[in-house]
């Protein structure tokens, strides 16, 4: 209980300082730095990167990056320059998608292609999206990554899209619904929200029911030679 994870901890975070931290911090710094060269090109573009950003990995690099942009510039908005707060307000809402679409689609939408503990995990993933916690989809995400991300890529993408195109504006870094006061453009804010949502628990439903994973060998099916042997006998 205490030897193994001390020894973990130390061998992990000397991977990451010694090996890994180094190209890591280079991917991110190369990332923010795009986003930069981004800031003057079309708003709807930007809202669909930075939508899909958020929705890549979860709360992970890439995800952080995104929304460590969006918090930087706040400093920078102001009466005359409403643009960062245009791309805060579509990272928190790109944000909000991915858990609200897995709670759509498992308690609502298509219940039976979950499992009973993903359905419980879809419960306390609304109230999780609301709030602006994107890492309420991980759960279903490690289940099943092939089919969650893509959906969840998508509906984010969506809301970024509709949020920058619309103007709306967050002067909160995080939040969710819970800073509708610190929110330009309310009604905006949840109409960019609803259809990612709606989109990612579509689609997701849409791949769950027509591509389907190869059911993993069973114990019990496997069944060697000796046995097929004695069966005949």
């Not at 992970?60 to 990056?65: E, F, Q, R, W, Y």
């Not at 259809?195 to 439903?205: I, P, R």
Request: zero cysteines; charged letters at 10%; proline letters at 5%.
């Amino acid at each position: 209980v205490v030897i193994i994870p001390l020894f973990a901890s130390i061998i992990a975070s000397g991977l990451m300082l010694l090996v890994l931290g180094g190209p890591i911090a280079w991917v991110m710094t190369q990332l923010t730095a795009w986003l930069n060269s981004l800031s003057g090109a079309s708003a709807i573009l930007l809202g669909i990167i930075l939508g899909l950003m958020m929705a890549f990995d979860l709360g992970g690099p890439v995800n952080k990056v995104a929304y460590a942009f969006a918090v930087a510039g706040l400093g920078a908005g102001s009466a005359t320059n409403v643009v960062p707060f245009e791309i805060m307000a579509a990272v928190m809402a790109a944000g909000m998608v991915p858990p609200l679409a897995l709670a759509l689609a498992s308690t609502v939408l298509y219940r039976k292609g979950f499992t009973k503990p993903e359905r419980e995990n879809g419960k306390a993933a609304w109230l999780l999206g609301a709030s602006f916690i994107s890492e309420g989809a991980i759960p279903f995400a490690a289940a099943d990554p092939l089919r969650v991300i893509p959906a969840s890529m998508i509906g984010a993408a969506v809301t970024g899209a509709i949020s920058m195109a619309a103007g709306v504006t967050s002067r909160a870094p995080h939040g969710g619904i819970f800073v509708f006061f610190a929110i330009g453009d309310v009604a905006m804010f949840i109409v960019a929200i609803l259809a990612g949502t709606v989109v990612s628990a579509l689609v997701l439903v849409g791949l769950k029911k027509w591509v389907r994973r190869a059911p993993a060998a069973s114990e019990d099916a496997v069944v060697t030679a000796d046995e097929r042997v004695a069966v005949a006998v």
